[in-house]
């Protein structure tokens, strides 16, 4: 499995936290270093919406003035592979290709 964050991310540290806690392998993808591509988003999409992937509530999200764009999903779409701190963190690929957006406790149980 993979886990996709940022390290200074306290969600993404609780979720690497409950992994370690049950034993869970998995590779972590800090995005910042390592930037998701395109393709990578759009296999997410196949499985997530559009809303659940895209952070409407960080920093920045607010300093590009985002809310004001009123954008559609294609823009959305444009502005995740853009700016991949609009991803909402952290996003899990399981071996089995299902995609868990956010820290799902429910998931670490």
Do not use: Q
Not at 18 to 45: N, Q, S
Not at 91 to 100: A, F, K, L, N
Request: hydrophobic content about 35%.
């Amino acid at each position: 499995m993979k886990l996709y964050g940022i390290t200074t991310c306290d969600t993404v540290r609780k979720a690497r936290k409950a992994l370690k806690e049950h034993g869970i392998d998995y590779t972590f993808v800090d995005m910042r270093k390592t930037p998701v591509e395109c393709e990578t988003i759009d296999r997410w999409l196949a499985h997530v919406s559009i809303e659940v992937l895209f952070n409407k509530r960080g920093t920045t999200y607010r300093k590009l003035g985002l809310k004001e764009k009123n954008l559609d999903a294609a823009g959305m779409r444009e502005w995740l592979c853009k700016e991949n701190t609009l991803i909402k963190r952290p996003v899990i690929e399981t071996d089995d290709g299902e995609v868990i957006v956010g820290y799902d406790k429910a998931f670490f149980s």
